[in-house]
C-alpha cells in the first residue's frame, strides 16, 4: 500500500535508462517538427500563433484609432473600417483570448501534473493545426474585401443575406464555428489531463490553483460553445438555404441570436479570465514566497464564478424590450458576478500583505500588480453597467468599449504578459531581459491608461461605438485624440516586448534540460528538472507546495527515486491515477510523431473554408480526407499485445491498458457527450423559445402531425439499435479471437439506426412541413440536422468496430473501441427521442 512518505525506489538510476527515455521520447528534426505531438512543441505553436494573432489584431486597432484620431478623416473607407473592427474584435476574442489561454494548458499543465504529456497527444495536435490552418486563412480575408463586416456578435437581421450580400459573413460563420470546435477539443483533452494525469499523491485539494482554474475553464468551454456552434449553424443555413429562422414575418425572431450568442458570449469573458486568474494566484504566492491566502476560498471562488457566468447573458439584453422581472433578475445576477471576482483579488492583496514589505518587484510582478489595478478598475465599471438605468444611458457607447477592454486587459493580458516573464525560463534557454521587461511593462500600462480611460467621458459624451467618424462640433476631438496617442504608446510597449523575445527567446524543443532551475524559488512541479520526457522520474506528492515542502524532491526525481523512472513497456507512456485521490490506476501507451493529425486538421479546414465559398465537391474531398485521417491515428487505440501489469516503482504493478469507466477514453468521450448534449439543449432552448414567441404560427394550422404508428416506428428502431448494440457487447470473444456474430449484429444495429433517422425525416415530408416555409418548419427539420450529424459519427464508429473484429483487434479485453460506439449509440438515441418528443407530442399535446 503506498503512504504519502514512502519512496518508491531508492538509489541512482543508470544513465543507460535516460539516454532510452531520450531516444523514446525524441522529437523531430526540421520540418518534420510539424508531425510532433508532444505537448512542449504542440504548445509552443499553439502560443506562438496566438500571439501572432493578438499582433494582427492590434495592428487592425491601431488604423482603427488613427481613422478616429480626428474629425472628418477619411483614412480608410466606411465599408474597409466595419470589416475592421469587426475582425479586431473577432481576432481578440477567437483567435487570440481562448486560444492563448489552451495553448499554456497544454504548454504547462503536463509540467506542473509531472506528466509525460497530456492523455490525447494527437487529438491537441489536431486542435492546434486546426486552428493554426483555419485561423490564418480567416484572418487573410482583411486583405481581399472579403472580411467579415457585421460586428464580432453578427447580430441579425443585419447578417443575414438580404442585407449583408456576399460571403463576408459566411466566413466569419463557418471559420468561427470551426475554430471553435478546434477549442472544444483542446478543452476535452484538458478535462481528462487534470482528472486522470496527476501524480501519485496529487489529490483535489492538493492541485495548483492554475490546474484548478484550467479544469472549470475547458468545463465551461463544454457548455458554452455548443451555444455559438448552434448560433452559427443556424444563420449560415438561413443565410444559404432561405430557413428562416431569424425572420419574424415567417415566426422567427432575430433576437434568438443574441440569446444563442450571449448564452457563449458573457460566458467567454469569465472562460478568459479564470485561467489568467489561476496564473496571477501563482505568481502572486511564489513572489510573497509564502503559500497564498485563502486557497480553498480562492477554488470556490473559481467554481462560483463559472457557475455565476452562465446566468448573466441577458446583461448584455437590457435595451432590447425584455420583461421588467428579466432585468430584475440578471442585473442582480451581474452584480452578484462580483462577489467571487472579488474573493480573488483581495486574497491576492492578502498575500501581497502577508510578505510584510518582502514582495519582490521584478516584470512578472509588475504585470500582476498591473493586472489587479487594471481588473479591479473594469470590474468597478462592470458593476455600474449591471444596473439597468445606467445601461440604458451607456449602452452601445465607448464607456461599454472602454469597460470591455478593461477587463480585458487587466484580467487577461497583462497577466497573461506577467506568465511570459515568469514561466519563460521553463521553457527557454535564455530568461528574457529584467531590464526591457520594466520598460515594457510601464509603457503598456501607461498606454493603456491613456487609451481608455478617456473613453470613459468619450462615451458618457454620446459617442456611440462602430462609429467611422464624428463632426468637429460633438466634443470628441481632443479625447480620441488622447486615445490614439495611449494606444501607440501602449503598441510600442508590445513592440519593444517582441524585440525582447526575438533577442532572447530560445525554446527547448530539443530536450537537455531547462535553461534555469526554478529562478524564483517557486513550490510547483513545473520547476523540477527536466527534459524532453518532462521529469526524470513522476514524483509522489505530499503537499499543496511540495517544492517547498519537500526540499530534496528536485535530487530524487532527477536520481530517479520516484514513479517510472524508465520505459516499463518500451513506449511513450505516462502515468494514469484516480480522480479524487491520485491513487495509480495503469499507465496509458501513448502514440509517438505522425502525419494523421497534420492531414486531419488541414482536411477539417479545407472542408468549412470551401464550403465558404460554394465549392461543395472539392470540400467534400477534404471532409472525407478529415475522416480518414482521423480513422488513421484512432486506429490504433486499443494496442496489439497487452503488456499485463508492468512495475513502476515501490513495488507497485499496474495494468498497460484500461477499459470502463477507468480508462481515460471512457471520459473522453463522456465529456464529448456533454458537448453534444449542450448543443442539443440550445436547440431545445431554440425551439421553445420561438413557440412562445410566435405562438400564433406555431405549429401551421394547415400542418397535420405524423400518425403514431409512424413515431413509434421511428422510437422503436432508435431502441432496436441501442439493444443490438449492447447485445454485441455480450457476445465479445475471448482474447484473440473473432467473432462473425458480433459484426452481424453491429451491422443490424447499424441498420436500425439508418431506418429510424430515414424514417423520421419521410414522416416530416409526407405532412406537406417545409423548412422553407416558417420557422417552425425549418426547426422541425433542424432537429434532422443535429440528428444527422450524430447518426453519421455514430455509423463511421459502427464501421470502426466490425473492422476491428474483422482484424483480431476487438474482444473482450480489448474493447475501448466497442465501448466509445456503445456510448455514443445511447446518446444518439436519447437525443432522437427527445427530439420526438419535442416536435411531435409536446407543442400539439401542450396546445
Known sequence: MMTDTALPNEGNRPESEVAELRRIWARPRGWRIISDVNNTTVGMFYMGTALMFFILAGVLALVIRAQLAMPGNDLVSQDLFNQLFTMHGTTMMFLFAVPAMEALGVLLLPQMLAARDLPFPRLGAFAVWAYVIGGTVFFSTILYDLAPDGGWFMYTPLTLIEFSPGDNADFWLLGIGFIEISAIAGAIEIIVGVLKTRPPGMSLAR??????????????????????????????????????????????DPLLWQHLFWFFGHPEVYIIFLPAAGLVSMIVSTMARRPLVGHDLIVVALIGTGFFSFGLWVHHMFTTGIPSLSLAFFSAASMAVAIPSGIQVFSWIATIAAAKGRLRINTPSLFVLGAIFIFTMGGVTGVMVALVPVDFQVHDTYFVVAHLHYVLMGGMVFPLFATFYFWAPMVSRNQLSERL?????????????????????????????????????????????????????????????????????????????????????????????????TTRSIPLVTSREPLWDQPDLAREVQEGRHFLPNSATGERETLVTSPVEGKPQYIIRMPGP?????????????????????????????????????????????????????????????PSYMSGPASHTWWAMVVLMLVAGSLYLAYVFSYLYLWVVSPEVWPPHAVAPPSGEWTLSVAGLALASAGLTWWAGRLLPPSGQRSGLVVVVLGLAALALMASFGLNIQAQWQTGLRPTDSAYGALVFMASVLDGQVVIAQLILFGVAMARMLCGRLDRVRRVGYENCTLLCYYTVGQMLLGLLLVHGFPRVAG
Open 207 to 252: 492541485m495548483p490553483i492554475f490546474a484548478w482554474a484550467m479544469l472549470i475553464f475547458a468545463a465551461m468551454i463544454v457548455f458554452a460553445f455548443p451555444a455559438v456552434i448552434l448560433a452559427t449553424m443556424l444563420l449560415e443555413i438561413d443565410r444559404a438555404f432561405g430557413w428562416p429562422f431569424f425572420t419574424a414575418r415567417m415566426g422567427g
Open 594 to 654: 505522425g502525419y494523421a493529425h497534420v492531414v486531419a486538421a488541414a482536411g477539417t479546414a479545407g472542408f468549412f473554408l470551401l464550403l465558404t465559398v460554394k465549392l461543395v465537391v472539392p470540400a467534400a474531398i477534404c471532409g472525407v480526407m478529415a475522416i480518414i485521417g482521423c480513422l488513421v491515428w484512432t486506429w490504433g487505440l486499443d494496442k496489439q499485445g497487452d503488456k499485463g501489469l508492468v512495475e513502476i516503482g515501490a513495488g507497485l504493478k499496474v
Open 437 to 533: 521587461g520594466r520598460w515594457v511593462f510601464w509603457l503598456m500600462f501607461a498606454g493603456f491608461h491613456i487609451a481608455f480611460l478617456p473613453m470613459h467621458l468619450t462615451g458618457l459624451r454620446g459617442m456611440p461605438r462602430r462609429v467611422w467618424t464624428y463632426s468637429d462640433d460633438v466634443g470628441w476631438n481632443w479625447l480620441n485624440l488622447v486615445s490614439t496617442v495611449g494606444a501607440f504608446i501602449l503598441a510600442a510597449g508590445v513592440l519593444l516586448f517582441i524585440v525582447d523575445l526575438a533577442r532572447r527567446f530560445r525554446p527547448m524543443l530539443a530536450g537537455g534540460g531547462a535553461g534555469n532551475d526554478n529562478p524564483w524559488g517557486a513550490p510547483t512541479l513545473e520547476w523540477l528538472p527536466n527534459d524532453v520526457y
